[in-house]
């Protein structure tokens, strides 16, 4: 089992540009999740799905659009990105049977 | 809504010594759960422990155990015998009881550095 992946790693855009973060897991999990990283900020939540085919807002949604592919597959847009989209992006998904949430590696995305 | 308050942003013990990181919440809900994360500085989100609101014992994970006070709504994390490798950020979170759709997300406090010295 992978567990949680998501791609890429590292990117850096310019302002205006669009890019899309991929997140996949293979635990056969039903909620999936996109929270940002922001230095002395702890994790704050983006969007999330509870279930393939619903998704919803988070704590800090705007200026973001996410899809629920599949069961297995949950990724975040930027449209348009902007310097204060510069953070690092963490995917997770939920096993509901003890209620715990896991984390993919992360993304740290640089807007200049 | 939820908010999650840790008060103290670096801690630093030496080796062996037993730590305690504190954290207190707030909500209106009755279910719910709590959970110690650690994020090393490779910044993978570890799972330390969870606890379960309905539940009075106090979770315990080797040598990380927790002080779960529901009333107080207090949720602090004792480290025993602390290694060099449990020099980490340590991140409090909250999560509502499921409501039948699904689980919401996780609200998280803003964290506490721990570092361990030799």
């Known amino acids: 089992n992978a567990g949680v992946t998501q791609t890429p790693k590292f990117q850096v855009l310019k302002t205006g540009q669009s890019m899309t973060l991929q997140c996949a897991q293979d635990?056969?999990?039903?909620?999936m999740y996109w929270y940002r990283q922001d230095p002395g900020m702890g994790l704050r939540l983006i969007y999330y799905?509870?279930?393939?085919?619903?998704?919803d807002k988070g704590e800090v949604p705007n200026g973001y659009n996410v899809s629920r592919l599949n069961k297995r597959e949950f990724s975040l847009r930027l449209e348009s990105a902007a310097p204060s989209q510069t953070s690092v992006y963490f995917c997770?998904?939920?096993?509901?049977?003890?209620?715990?949430?896991?984390f993919g590696p992360g993304t740290r995305l640089t807007v200049l | 809504a939820q908010t999650v308050t840790q008060s103290q942003p670096e801690m630093s013990v030496q080796e062996a010594e037993t730590v305690t990181l504190s954290c207190t919440y707030d909500?209106?809900?009755?279910?719910?759960?709590l959970f110690w994360y650690k994020q090393p500085p490779s910044r993978q989100m570890i799972l330390v422990i969870r606890?379960?609101?309905?539940?009075?014992q106090n979770a315990t994970e080797n040598r990380f155990s927790v002080n779960f006070q529901k009333a107080a709504k207090s949720f602090s994390l004792k480290i025993s015998d602390s290694q060099l490798g449990d020099t980490a950020m340590y991140f409090c979170?909250?999560?509502?009881?499921?409501?039948?759709?699904?689980?919401?997300?996780?609200?998280f406090g803003k964290g506490t550095h721990l570092i361990i010295q030799p």
């Open positions: 799905s509870a279930s393939e085919g619903t998704t």
């Open positions: 979170a909250f999560m509502k009881g499921y409501s039948g759709g699904g689980a919401d997300g996780l609200t």
């Open positions: 909500t209106s809900e009755n279910n719910y759960y």
């Open positions: 635990m056969n999990h039903n909620s």
């Open positions: 606890q379960e609101a309905y539940k009075q």
């Open positions: 997770a998904s939920n096993f509901m049977e003890t209620s715990t949430q896991y």
